[in-house]
């Protein structure tokens, strides 16, 4: 397995991480595949904290890498939830197209994942959620950005047919930004329901089981 680089900030070993996966994985393999989407919107967001494009530089950061190290303990073995274990089955599907893969990827990491790493920023810089607002906006903004060029270079080229290809219909089923909006309300909910460590824990399975049957639908295997 390749070797991490020398690092310089926490969002550089993430980075770092993500690369050393992109180099392990089978190109065509489910993971991968959002591997190499999530690299690219992670590229991105660094050159952003680097050039001062975010107003709390530390914010961003702490929620970055937060964000981050939730898809990467499932990418490297760690035990997955729910959200996930669609694509990890999947993964392999003959039937499934790359763009089902990046969706699937991006709805669990959206979907489920970015509102708990609202909930552990908060944590770690001793703030309400209403203060990473910003940060929060700005990231989504570069994932939205990415996912009109995922959706643009991984759907088939057009042609009069391309209106009835089911994968138009699936991949038109699923919004980012819907998805966004929810997990910011997930996010401030979890935070709400913090001093209710039951009632916290359910809500967060609940998301998780949603979230994971939104990613099952996105992996119908089509036909050629």
């Not at 392990?24 to 595949?33: E, F, K, N, Q, S």
């Not at 391309?162 to 979890?190: F, I, K, M, N």
Request: aromatic fraction near 6%.
């Amino acid at each position: 397995m390749a070797q991490l680089e020398q690092l310089t900030t926490p969002l550089d070993g993430v980075v770092a991480r993500m690369r050393v996966l992109d180099a392990a994985l089978p190109r065509h393999d489910g993971v991968a595949v959002f591997n190499r989407v999530y690299l690219a919107v992670t590229e991105a967001i660094d050159r952003c904290v680097d050039t001062g494009g975010f107003p709390d530089v530390r914010a961003a950061s702490t929620l970055d890498v937060r964000f981050a190290e939730r898809y990467l303990r499932v990418a490297e073995g760690g035990r997955p939830p729910a959200c996930w274990r669609p694509l990890l089955l999947f993964r392999r599907h003959p039937g499934v197209r790359p763009l089902q893969f990046a969706l699937s990827g991006i709805n669990a990491h959206i979907g489920h994942d970015l509102a708990l790493a609202v909930v552990d920023a908060c944590r770690t810089l001793g703030c309400e959620p209403a203060e990473l607002e910003d940060e929060f906006e700005l990231v989504g903004d570069i994932l939205v950005s990415a996912e009109e060029r995922i959706r643009e270079e991984l759907m088939p080229g057009p042609d009069l047919l391309q209106v009835a290809d089911p994968l138009t219909h699936l991949a038109g089923s699923w919004s980012l930004e819907r998805a966004r909006d929810a997990a910011w309300s997930a996010a401030r909910a979890l935070w709400a329901l913090r001093g209710l460590p039951d009632l916290a824990e359910e809500f967060t399975e609940r998301l998780d089981a949603a979230v994971g049957l939104t990613g099952r639908m996105l992996l119908t295997p089509l036909p050629d």
